[in-house]
């Protein structure tokens, strides 16, 4: 009977708990009982990819020290946005990554609700206050709307344990949820969580006018705090040595750092429950029309600092539209780091969820007539405003949010009715509990977390991807990279068998959401290259990367309006840059789309690349199978006249023979036709321009093709410079082979020395200089600057890890060989055994000095900082576990309550 009894009251006392858990769980039951995906935004296109890079090198047992496969080659365990040490992540590796992604939302949407729930029970809320502010908290808008960026997400859920264990004057246990939040890898969220904390616990009463109370309330903190930065030091000192080199290094300028600023306008449609939240989900932090009536319930003389950061999340979050807000920048520098001012609603969503709490606890006796009406008043107000924000175009968004939905207003009014008759008939908590948690689940169910698409979406494999992975294993280390320039407005071929699949399964919105997921990995755009382990040179970032010279290099060829400062060159080029561009970034494949390609008089005219005919080169056309043709058809763009020659086709044939036929402009929209008498099997095309003809203008080449004229049969031709691209395939995407790429090691031995960063961006910027023979060094070097002269280099690779680069060369003289990794300090070469120095090459790679002769060359890589922050751990660790026995030899302390 006493293990009975004893079941039954821990049942009791659980009871409340599980309430609140199981609250959190049914707000995500669609994402749990489906067994579709999450494949929107950020989560598509840079967490997946991410999450299956670090998965793969967890189950091969290494760490991924480098990364290899996004922007030419950038550090891996140093961006923390990976969260590679974040215990969580690591066990859910053997799983596929929509799965564990969905696991671990689950895990920390009811690892928030159950610190929310120990923290509030701490504060002595009662049982009903503290299960209203774990719901509050976990089930909220704000919380459930950042799954979609899981490292926030996860961070986000430590925020009630810190909290607590803070609250409990329990150091070691701050310190060990502080390093786990770390460890998630936002430090925004860090930053702002601590922020929280500082306002709940500071001293109370008297106490804030002493000294001594402020060192009692906060050293629990600073102790906790210090051994968070103690325990995750392996991660964040890495992390700090490349933010020195990133895009945010010295902090961002003001208009980014107050980008995605919260608009007053908005706050209707932010704060309201429903479906009509603003598409960037970071304006989403609805608590719901009843909870806010919570809110008011919940407010008291005594106690005010769960509404103090409340209050002051809002206001902040306002930033660019709240005049102080800039002024706080100035004053604290390293908030300038950050974007997305809007983030600071995670100390509403905290506050917030502690009054809702609080107003459960004192119920609506405590509400009052006045604070009703204001209350009302308040709902109103947001109603008002989210029916005139209909015209915005929120950050994030390509059109305006759009009419409020007649149904959305119709809850809100129903919501507005319900909390008045509650307030005046003050039924059991219950019904009021019960209300607000159904207002709850529904606007849940519409967040874009519940919004899902079927599997196929991640996991349907692209033929692109397939083609470059073969390709890739049959060129070996000299493959190459990647580029992709596509406009994704091209439809796939299999556009109407998905359509037959899923055009009934899907909505409209959502069968759309799936095609662009679909294009994504057709074009292999932004980080999805990366789960593939196919490298590239573009990525999409926004943290720490990409490096600032990155940026600074793409300047030289990305127009200054389109560049964007996370990447995604394949969205901000407008065409294919320069071939001199290409073979300095290491470029081989090049991913287009179609959609300028032409069917004219039934001829198929490949489109995707031009050639200008007066260049410095002949332009010729690349490899392609023999045919027997009568005509050669051009694609011509120039202001000369039609009958202006244009120069001279030769065309070599498979006896051997080689035809030279004169080139003349035709009419306007109408390829030019070079015919010949019999048929020839053609087995090469090269253009020599007319110098009169590019003295008055000159032409373009756009496309070609030989044609049969007796059987209307062609060959689509690839018209280069020197023939230097080669289609390698051709589906709903192509891909051309950059025939003169340079590979992944190569030599040169001639340099040009540049005093920094600008000089050398400069020299590179220089139309005559050549990558593939010259290469400009930075700083002072022992050699002078040499004219052109042979120089014969011959590479044979030994091991070619992400890490570990090392091969045999064989020098004709004294030379450079330039590694086409992004330059970082954790980098060290070897020259026979024997330390050299690693030098900044042309701008954003690095090389190093070889003499003549056979030699065996070596590359490592460890992140810098890496040592240091070992260490720095292990004796955090050691000073934690010593806190640890200390306080246990005093005894346990009490309970002391936090008021």
């Not at 502010?133 to 808008?141: E, K, L, R």
């Not at 005139?388 to 959305?408: E, F, H, R």
């Not at 008759?421 to 159904?438: D, E, F, H, Y």
């Not at 060290?828 to 042309?842: E, H, I, L």
Request: glycine residues 10%; contains cysteine.
């Amino acid at each position: 009977m006493g293990i009975v009894r004893g079941l039954r009251m821990s049942a009791i006392r659980a009871a409340p708990l599980l309430l609140a858990l199981g609250a959190v769980a049914l707000a995500l039951l669609p994402l749990l009982a489906s067994p579709n995906l999450l494949m929107r935004g950020d989560v598509a296109l840079y967490f997946y990819p991410y999450w299956e890079a670090a998965a793969r090198a967890t189950r091969e047992g290494r760490l991924p020290f480098w990364n290899p496969d996004l922007f030419t080659g950038i550090p891996f365990l140093a961006n923390p946005q990976v969260g590679f040490f974040y215990p969580p992540n690591r066990a859910l590796s053997w799983l596929p990554v929509p799965l564990a992604l969905k696991l671990s939302i689950l895990m920390h949407a009811l690892w928030a609700a159950g610190g929310m729930f120990g923290l509030a029970r701490w504060l002595r809320y009662r049982t009903a206050g503290a299960t209203a502010a774990a719901v509050a908290y976990a089930a909220g808008g704000y919380f459930l709307a950042q799954a979609e960026h899981i490292n926030q997400f996860q961070a986000l859920a430590w925020l009630p344990w810190m909290a607590w264990a803070w609250a409990a004057r329990r150091p070691v246990r701050l310190g060990l949820a502080g390093a786990m939040q770390i460890l998630c890898g936002h430090a925004q969220t860090v930053v702002l969580s601590w922020a929280a904390l500082l306002i709940l616990l500071a001293p109370s009463g008297d106490e804030r006018r002493r000294l001594s109370g402020w060192i009692r309330a906060w050293s629990p903190g600073a102790l906790g705090g210090a051994l968070a930065l103690g325990l995750s030091a392996f991660q964040w000192v890495p992390s700090l040595l490349l933010a020195q080199a990133s895009i945010r290094a010295g902090g961002l300028p003001l208009n980014e750092a107050l980008s995605f600023s919260l608009s007053p306008v908005l706050l209707g449609r932010s704060l309201l429950p429903g479906r009509e939240a603003p598409a960037f989900t970071e304006f989403t932090a609805y608590v719901g029309v009843l909870g806010l009536l919570a809110l008011a319930a919940g407010i008291r003389q005594t106690d005010r600092r769960w509404a103090v950061i409340a209050g002051a999340g809002l206001l902040l979050a306002l930033g660019a539209y709240n005049p102080i807000y800039p002024l706080l920048l100035e004053l604290f520098p390293p908030l300038r780091a950050f974007r997305v001012p809007a983030r600071w609603l995670a100390l509403w969503a905290f506050g917030a969820a502690l009054g809702i709490g609080a107003g459960f606890d004192r119920g609506l006796a405590w509400l009052g007539r006045q604070r009703l009406v204001l209350w009302a008043l308040g709902i109103l107000t947001l109603m008002g405003l989210a029916l005139a924000a209909s015209p915005i175009q929120p950050p994030g968004m390509t059109g305006s949010l759009g009419p409020v939905k007649p149904a959305a207003v119709g809850l809100w009014v129903v919501a507005l009715i319900a909390g008045g008759l509650l307030a005046w008939r003050r039924p059991s908590r219950a019904v009021w509990a019960g209300l607000w948690l159904a207002e709850l689940m529904g606007a849940a169910w519409g967040l874009p977390v519940n919004r899902l698409l079927p599997p196929e979406a991640w996991s349907d494999p692209r033929l692109p991807a397939l083609v470059l992975r073969d390709l890739q294993r049959e060129v070996g280390p000299e493959a190459g990279r990647i580029l992709s320039v596509v406009d994704l407005r091209f439809d796939p071929g299999d556009l109407g068998e998905w359509r037959s699949v899923f055009g009934g399964q899907l909505s409209p919105e959502a069968f759309e959401e799936f095609l662009v997921a679909t294009k994504y990995k057709e074009a292999l755009v932004a980080n999805l290259p990366m789960a593939r382990g196919l490298p590239t040179v573009d990525g999409y970032d926004g943290g720490v990367l990409p490096l600032r010279r990155y940026i600074e290099l793409a300047r030289r060829f990305v127009p200054t309006d389109r560049l964007l400062r996370d990447g995604r060159l394949w969205e901000t080029l407008p065409g294919l840059p320069e071939a001199r561009w290409l073979q300095l970034l290491g470029v081989r494949w090049i991913v287009t789309d179609r959609l300028r390609d032409e069917w004219i008089d039934g001829v198929f005219y490949d489109r995707g690349i031009a050639a200008d005919a007066c260049g410095a080169e002949p332009v010729e056309a690349g490899p392609f199978p023999p045919l027997e043709a009568t005509e050669l058809r051009l694609l011509v763009t120039s202001s000369l006249p039609p009958g202006t020659k244009l120069g001279v086709a030769e065309l070599q044939t498979s006896e051997g023979d080689r035809l030279e036929l004169s080139v003349a402009m035709g009419e306007r929209n109408t390829p030019v036709r070079v015919r010949w008498g019999m048929p020839k099997q053609i087995t090469g095309v090269r253009l020599r321009p007319a110098s009169p003809a590019c003295a008055e203008g000159g032409w373009r080449v756009e496309g070609g093709a030989l044609v049969d004229e007796r059987t209307g049969a062609f060959q689509a031709l690839v018209l280069s410079p020197g023939g230097a691209f080669a289609r390698r395939y051709a589906g709903d995407v192509k891909i051309y082979e950059f025939r003169k790429a340079l590979p992944r090691l190569y030599g040169v031995c001639q340099v040009l020395s540049a005093r920094g960063e600008a000089e050398a961006m400069d020299r590179l910027a220089d139309p005559a200089f050549d990558p593939s023979r010259i290469v400009v060094i930075e700083g002072e070097t022992d050699r002078a600057e040499e004219p052109p002269r042979p120089c014969a280099v011959k590479i044979q690779w030994l091991r070619f890890t992400p890490e570990v680069r090392e091969a045999e060369v064989r020098l004709e003289g004294p030379g450079w060989l330039v590694l086409m990794e992004s330059f970082d300090p954790g980098w060290r070469a070897t020259v026979d055994g024997q330390a050299v120095p690693v030098r900044r090459a042309n701008g954003l790679f690095q090389a190093i000095a070889v003499p003549g002769g056979v030699h065996r060359v070596r590359w490592e890589y460890q992140p810098a900082g890496w040592g240091v922050g070992i260490g720095l751990t292990a004796l955090s660790l050691f000073s934690g576990v010593w806190i640890w026995g200390w306080r246990r030899a005093r005894g346990k302390v009490p309970r002391q309550a936090h008021e």
